[in-house]
């Protein structure tokens, strides 16, 4: 598969998706780059934002064994990756696996549940496998995970450490649509009783095993040339730099800035990045891996607005 054909195929995912979620393209978008990045996604926004059923249409398109797990306050490690059973007929054990043996996990709210069992994710999210009574289970080449979280309401709610959030490639804050998205919303599914499901609406599957493993292969051939590179380094490395952070971004997230805008390249139709690429998922990639100052929390200033003054300053090649 050529990088005309990963443009076709993110088309094609674009327009089913397109049939049941109104807006929110750069989230789809977005979805895309992490998903031939095998990266993962956290998605923040008020409830009613469509978080969740984005997240079921985008995997409804794709040839992906989907999970799902509701994060809850009782939920236990053990609940989501399983757990050594003693069959008392045979008298041996035998494996329970969890809901994060799939393809796509769904981690609905996943603030919800107490660090703990958040910490039992970051095996499966870093190396793609968990580890149950000391032996190591792997998990798929494609596990990905989609995660979402309510930022309004702070009761009964656990943040993310920080070290959780560094293995997430993007995270997304999704606002409030347009009048006009709205309008289209309402006159869509106020019509429509109880829960809505994408089949409903006639989201598909548009792309098949074989088609995503091709389209994987064609992003890991994308040139990332050394200018390209240095000015990943220079961005990242001013987040440690600037007097308006107390914590700047991780190495982690200049590789993974890299290699979301290889991905951005492919679904443009090209075989190389440009600094453009980089700029577009500056915030995305960064925006959850900084801590402003007191200085700047002080200010009123948000962590988004800072690392859009860095991507303002920092000297892009030509």
């Known amino acids: 598969m050529n990088v005309d054909e990963v443009r076709a195929l993110a088309g094609r995912v674009r327009e089913e998706i397109g049939k049941a979620i109104v807006g929110q393209a750069d989230t789809v978008d977005l979805l895309l780059i992490a998903l031939f990045a095998r990266g993962h996604v956290l998605l923040e926004g008020a409830p009613g934002t469509a978080k969740t059923f984005l997240a079921q249409c985008f995997a409804e398109t794709l040839a992906l064994d989907f999970g799902r797990i509701q994060f809850t306050p009782d939920l236990m490690p053990a609940d989501i990756i399983g757990a050594n059973i003693f069959n008392f007929q045979t008298s041996t054990f035998s494996l329970a696996?969890?809901?994060?043996?799939?393809e796509l996990m769904l981690a609905?709210?996943?603030?919800?549940t107490p660090p703990k069992t958040q910490a039992a994710l970051l095996e499966a999210m870093q190396?793609?496998?968990?580890?149950?009574?000391?032996?190591?289970?792997?998990?798929?080449?494609r596990f990905m995970v989609v995660a979402t979280q309510n930022p309004l309401e702070q009761q009964g709610t656990y943040p993310l450490p920080e070290a959780q959030l560094d293995r997430f490639l993007f995270k997304q804050t999704l606002g409030y649509p347009s009048r006009e998205e709205e309008r289209r919303i309402v006159a869509e599914y106020g019509v429509h009783a109880g829960q809505v499901l994408p089949k409903d609406m006639g989201v598909k599957r548009v792309v098949s095993a074989k088609a995503l493993s091709d389209a994987n292969a064609a992003v890991a051939k994308i040139k990332l040339n050394d200018e390209v590179v240095a000015y990943v380094l220079d961005l990242v490395?001013?987040?440690?730099?600037?007097?308006?952070?107390?914590?700047?971004?991780?190495?982690?997230?200049?590789a993974q800035l890299a290699l979301a805008a290889r991905a951005r390249a492919a679904l443009d139709g090209r075989d190389y990045a440009i600094p453009d690429d980089v700029k577009a998922l500056a915030l995305p990639v960064l925006r959850h891996r900084v801590?402003?100052?007191?200085?700047?929390?002080?200010?009123?200033?948000?962590?988004?607005?800072v690392i859009e003054a860095l991507v303002d300053q920092a000297a892009a090649p030509r």
């Open 97 to 102: 696996k969890g809901p994060l043996f799939c």
């Open 108 to 112: 609905d709210e996943i603030n919800r």
């Open 127 to 141: 190396e793609r496998h968990v580890t149950i009574d000391g032996k190591a289970h792997p998990l798929s080449d």
């Open 237 to 254: 490395r001013s987040t440690r730099e600037t007097a308006d952070l107390q914590s700047g971004a991780s190495p982690r997230a200049a």
């Open 291 to 305: 801590i402003l100052s007191p200085a700047a929390e002080i200010e009123g200033r948000r962590a988004d607005q």
